[in-house]
């Protein structure tokens, strides 16, 4: 289970992606980037969120620690900006944090260094979740303290928004010509090898696990929220073994760039 705060203030919006998360303060005093369940995309960006985090984390790579924040939708009555108010007034139970790191800069493939070996991890990891969130434009990874950090996971694993099709859906390929790092060589290769044989059902079921019941409840055709944690899994066993041949676009073009 992810670690569980509540918040006890709300600091600001982040105004730069779409789904308007915002700083908060939580009772224990962290300070979080906080994604509502009251958001547009709903309670299945957090679960893209919490899967996609956790596994990355076991697998070496860094990606701020996740919490469960409560929320008090009374916290909202004090807002001045309306469609920040409705989104607290919308967004009662748990939300999900992420610790804020601060002075942390947006990656800009111009300005940075990364290495064959990084790159391909990185690149891997996002064909496996299929994440349409890190290209160039938008890259979603931050320099914190000289090292890269993975954040903005919501948009991965598309085949939970149509179950019956998740099994045809997860076999697509992956197409890296638009990805931040393409640029830089990755070496998919080795970090197939090195990867792919640490996805095992045991450490899916440790991810899922992670996910809070009540974002989990009352999705449509399973019985129960495990049946649903296996759903998530499945997807990502099958695709681990053989994603790294089926990324397209690593032949040194770099899309519309
Ligand atoms: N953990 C974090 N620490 C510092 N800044 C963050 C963190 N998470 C997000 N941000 C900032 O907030 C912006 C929006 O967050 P993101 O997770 O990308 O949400 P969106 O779905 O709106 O794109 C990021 O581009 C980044 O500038
Ligand atoms: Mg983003």
């Known amino acids: 289970m992810l670690k569980e705060v509540n918040a006890s203030r709300y600091?600001?919006?982040?105004r730069e992606g779409g789904s308007l998360p915002g700083l908060v303060e939580a009772d224990d005093l962290g300070t979080y980037v906080m994604k509502f369940t009251g958001?547009?995309?709903?309670?299945?960006?957090?679960?893209?969120e919490v899967v996609c985090g956790e596994l990355a984390r076991r697998l070496g790579l860094r990606v701020p620690g996740l919490v469960t924040i409560g929320l008090d939708p009374v916290l909202g009555l004090g807002e001045p900006d309306q469609e920040v108010q409705e989104l607290l007034k919308s967004s009662g139970g748990p939300n999900l944090g992420m610790d804020f790191l601060p002075r942390a800069i947006g990656f800009d493939p111009l300005a940075f260094e990364v290495s064959a070996r990084e790159a391909g991890r990185i690149v891997w990891f996002d064909a496996l979740v299929n994440n349409v969130d890190r290209s160039w434009r938008n890259p979603n990874l931050l320099m914190w303290h000289g090292e890269l950090w993975l954040i903005d996971h919501g948009a991965t694993m598309i085949w939970h928004h149509h179950w019956p099709g998740a099994e045809t859906s997860a076999a697509k390929p992956y197409d890296i010509s638009d990805h931040a790092l393409a640029p830089f060589g990755p070496d998919i290769a080795a970090a197939a090898a090195e990867l792919a044989p640490r996805i095992t059902e045991d450490l899916l079921a440790e991810v899922t696990a992670?996910?809070?019941d009540a974002w989990l409840a009352g999705e449509p055709g399973f019985d129960t929220v495990d049946e649903l944690r296996r759903a998530y899994a499945r997807p990502l066993l099958a695709r681990?073994?053989?994603i790294?041949?089926?990324?397209?676009?690593?032949?040194?073009s770099e899309g519309d760039r």
């Open 11 to 14: 600091i600001t919006p982040l």
């Open 39 to 48: 958001a547009g995309q709903g309670r299945k960006t957090l679960v893209a």
């Open 210 to 212: 992670e996910i809070p």
């Open 240 to 242: 681990a073994a053989v």
């Open 244 to 252: 790294h041949e089926r990324i397209k676009g690593i032949d040194g």
